[in-house]
């Protein structure tokens, strides 16, 4: 579905991402873990466009989309959960969901707001409530669920437990499981490294902007060495 | 008393026109961030585009097309040079837009010359209708009554259709709104049209009251700055609150004391700003803790 090839990324002149590879079969969670300043969030601002790599490839669905503008990116299918979640304030919690609709193939699961709604009967019961009103926490399920209308291929996720309370973040990845199991391609960025394993079947470890780990989910588990070179556990 | 009453008349009628060209002001700027100077100029060219078109095409038409003339024009500005300051240093736009004006401006002078032009009102509308308690002239009624539709139009189309809904996200987050699949390029360039149209058709009520001279986009850009800065950056009642307030404020103090009424609305502003830095119906201002 999606494959980085030696991506490498600049903010001015600061070499941020150095040949950032990484790839996502159809179906998979992908958990991308490193320390603080590692260039996770880096990397999906990489492939969505958003902050576009210098040089490298961006491969989605056979195409390289590395230097496309990030509107044409999502409506090739990449849909974007940004990490602080980015809810528009001054819009109701349906304006915001409707705001993300888009024309096309309608996607794997063809999201309408009736099956967001029916997903998340916590949105319908605040549609007419604004933006800027909401708990971190429906904020958080509204940020997941705007991108899900838009019904993206791959769902690029990034830190969605960040910040939010332990009974919330549970919730949280209670949504990422089901999305998983309805078969979901996600790219999930996470600090929480034991919760993302958990639901991943592969990971990679980014340190100082380079991959220094890739394999599957399982193998990380155990691997108490690299958990704490790494990831300071 | 029926003296002050029709100043107080006149004082909103102003305040109406004050508010519609501030809308456009505003939008661009909450969507863009851009401060644009050719604001005043593109009410300008809806006055002068009306003056010209009234006497072949009658005062709706003119109503109707000049504004959409002027979106043009506003479209090709952003098309060809000022999408380009975008996300960058804001004086840039700034530098620009003033640069634009002012060679507008002289575009004005060339096309139609120094001297002013008076407008006549629509012979449906020239005269003075009883109201009970005063007698008051029938075009500014027209006019302010048109102006409160154009206010009520735009209030819609931003909160009650999809692309409105598009266009406040687009004020608050545009890179998000890029993020989920929006033109945000096109959108850009279609607010800077929809702001240079509400420019224009204020030219164009305007003008028969004012007379139209190559100064009058300058006239009017200080006040739409004041109110814009007055009613709070963003806010959309902000901006009629804070036109009617200058217009009324501007007309009043004439009957009183005449020479302050040109300092009065930079007086209100400085003393509202300093309770208030956020203008009176603004967001939270980065200016307060």
């Not at chain 1, 605040?126 to 769902?155: C, F, H, Y």
């Not at chain 2, 302010?144 to 209030?155: D, T």
Request: proline letters at 4%; charged letters at 15%.
């Amino acid at each position: 579905m999606l494959v980085v090839e030696k991506m490498n990324t600049f903010y001015g002149d600061a070499h941020v991402l150095f040949d950032v590879s990484l790839e996502i079969r159809e179906g998979e969670v992908v958990a991308l873990l490193g320390r603080n300043g590692a260039g996770k969030t880096t990397t999906i601002r990489s492939i969505m466009g958003l902050t576009p790599p210098r040089t490298g490839r961006v491969i989605f669905k056979g195409e390289n989309i590395a230097t496309l503008p990030p509107y044409v990116i999502a409506n090739r299918g990449v849909g974007f959960v940004p990490d602080n979640r980015r809810i528009f304030p001054t819009l109701t919690v349906r304006q915001n969901l409707e705001l993300a609709r888009k024309q096309g193939d309608g996607g794997k699961n063809g999201w309408t707001l009736e099956g967001i709604y029916e997903h998340f009967p916590a949105l319908k019961e605040i549609e007419d409530r604004k933006g800027e009103v909401l708990s971190g926490g429906e904020q958080q399920m509204l940020t997941i669920a705007r991108t899900l209308m838009g019904n993206p291929d791959l769902v690029l996720l990034d830190e969605p437990t960040e910040g939010l309370a332990p009974i919330m973040v549970m919730e949280v990845m209670k949504i990422i499981k089901e999305l998983k199991e309805k078969g979901e391609t996600i790219l999930l960025v996470e600090q929480n490294s034991t919760l993302a394993l958990g639901i991943s079947q592969r990971a990679y470890i980014l340190e100082n902007g380079h991959v220094v780990y890739s394999g599957p989910a399982e193998d990380l588990i155990r691997n108490d060495e690299v958990k704490q070179k790494y990831l300071g556990i | 008393m029926t003296e002050f009453l029709s100043f107080l008349m006149n004082g909103v009628v102003l305040g109406l026109i004050f508010a519609v060209v501030a809308l456009g002001f505003t939008l661009i700027l909450g969507v863009m961030q851009v401060i644009n100077f050719t604001h005043g100029i593109l009410f300008a060219l809806g006055a002068y585009f009306a003056f010209s078109m009234q006497k072949h095409v009658g005062f709706w038409l003119a109503l109707i097309l000049a504004p959409l003339l002027v979106g043009v024009v506003g479209w090709l500005l952003e098309r060809l040079v000022i999408h380009r300051t975008y996300g960058g240093n804001p004086l840039f736009g700034l530098l620009l837009t003033f640069g634009l004006a002012m060679a507008l401006e002289e575009v004005i002078r060339m096309v139609w010359g120094k001297a002013g032009y008076s407008v006549a009102a629509p012979r449906f509308a020239a005269g003075s209708l009883d109201l009970g308690f005063m007698i008051y002239s029938k075009y500014r009624l027209l006019l302010a009554a048109l102006a409160i539709l154009i206010i009520l139009l735009v209030w819609l189309f931003l909160e009650k259709t999809p692309y409105g809904a598009i266009i406040k996200a687009g004020a608050s987050d545009a890179e998000m709104v890029m993020a989920l699949g929006k033109n945000l390029p096109r959108m850009r360039t279609f607010v800077f049209a929809i702001g240079s149209v509400l420019a224009g058709v204020a030219g164009v009520i305007a003008a028969p009251i004012w007379s139209v001279r190559p100064t009058i986009g300058t006239a009017i850009l200080m006040p739409a700055f004041v109110i814009v800065v007055l009613g709070g950056i963003g806010s959309f009642w902000g901006s009629v609150l804070a036109g009617l307030i200058v217009g009324v404020s501007t007309s009043v103090s004439v009957m009183f004391w005449a020479q302050i009424s040109d300092i009065i609305p930079y007086v209100i502003m400085t003393a509202v700003l300093l309770f208030r830095p956020r203008g009176l119906m603004g967001e939270k201002s980065v200016l307060e803790v």
